[in-house]
């Protein structure tokens, strides 16, 4: 009797527990929605389609990560604390996956980057990014990886004490890293001190974007390196119009590589967000500021914040607005969504928007 009814009922567990791995692998947009209490979020997606989220929470570097394309989150845990740990204004934790699994760093205001590594389930401290002591003082930095390749970019004090572009790469996850290279050097005192840089990493090819600072202009820079970061080309001018400004913006803007290797990149200009690709002019896509890129099935998507809102447009053009909030950051979670998260009110917020 009990065989009988287990026979009757196999077609109907089978149709369910079908529907239910359904369920978990659909994107469900999703409108402005609470993760965790933090600020300054970062986040990276790995081979298997895993969100991966850090972010800083006074001196703790938070981890929390989604499944099921960002339906839901797990509960936040802790990487590390981290004395001075820097959590504000785009001095965040960075997370990028590699081949290896998932790589967090991390910044100190004594200007030292640490990195951290997962394995079997537990973080563990990897080896300190900048290889001569308390040189990242503006805890200006950020991350990249594709396959083995994991290069780190930051503002650098050493030998002068004047702000340069330097980088590492690492091949083991995090775990060790190469002997630090000067990427940059301003032949006009520094780069700009206080606007993050930006690196992505695509095969081979290493890509940095950061603001530099040259006969009183404030305006974007691109370089790129085709042997892992070894060495880079000369750095080329974004846009054909200058920023004359006798401050510092705070403000760094962001690049993408798309499939088939094109480049394209975002960034303010005065009160104005740009876009463009290297050689071709600028063109605005908005007003405000932090803006953000992400490129998917050879499209590409930006947000920024624009009067305390956080403002999405779509491969189409179609404008969003996400919520209220500062700091943006984008990936594409498959053809038809993306993953927006940003910070509110010491509380990082997300949303799943359909493209």
Request: aromatic share 8%; glycine share 10%; net charge positive.
């Amino acid at each position: 009797m009990i065989y009988k009814t287990m026979r009757i009922m196999m077609p109907v567990i089978i149709i369910l527990c079908s529907l239910i791995s359904c369920n978990q692998n659909k994107v469900v947009p999703k409108d402005d929605f609470v993760i965790a209490n933090g600020q300054v979020p970062n986040i990276a997606i790995d081979k298997n389609g895993t969100i991966h989220l850090v972010y800083g929470l006074g001196d703790s570097i938070m981890y929390t990560a989604s499944s099921d394309k960002g339906n839901s989150f797990s509960r936040p845990s802790i990487i590390a604390v981290v004395p001075g740990l820097y959590s504000f204004a785009m001095r965040g934790p960075q997370i990028a996956s590699t081949d290896e699994g998932i790589i967090v760093t991390g910044c100190t205001s004594k200007g030292n980057i640490f990195s951290y590594y997962k394995e079997n389930g537990k973080w563990k401290l990897g080896a300190r990014v900048n290889d001569v002591d308390t040189v990242a003082k503006e805890g200006l930095m950020a991350l990249s990886a594709d396959g083995e390749n994991v290069f780190a970019v930051w503002l650098d004090l050493r030998g002068d004490k004047r702000n340069k572009i330097y980088g590492a790469q690492s091949k083991d996850g995090g775990k060790s890293w190469a002997e630090n290279k000067m990427i940059y050097t301003s032949p006009d005192t520094s780069v700009c001190p206080c606007c993050k840089p930006s690196v992505v990493v695509k095969r081979n090819n290493v890509y940095v974007m950061f603001r530099n600072r040259l006969h009183g202009n404030r305006d974007l820079y691109l370089m790129r390196s085709v042997n892992n970061g070894a060495s880079f080309g000369k750095a080329e001018k974004l846009g054909t119009g200058n920023w004359q400004l006798n401050a510092c913006p705070m403000d760094g803007g962001g690049l993408a590589i798309n499939e088939n290797g094109q480049v394209r990149t975002i960034w303010r200009r005065e009160g104005a967000i740009f876009t463009d690709a290297p050689g071709v002019p600028e063109i605005e896509v908005g007003k405000g500021r932090n803006c953000t890129i992400a490129a998917i099935d050879n499209k590409n998507m930006f947000a920024w914040t624009e009067n305390g809102k956080v403002l999405f447009i779509k491969p189409n053009g179609q404008k969003k607005t996400l919520g209220k909030g500062s700091l943006p950051v984008l990936k594409g979670v498959d053809d038809e969504h993306a993953i927006c998260i940003w910070q509110n009110e010491h509380q990082i917020h997300g949303a799943v928007v359909e493209l």
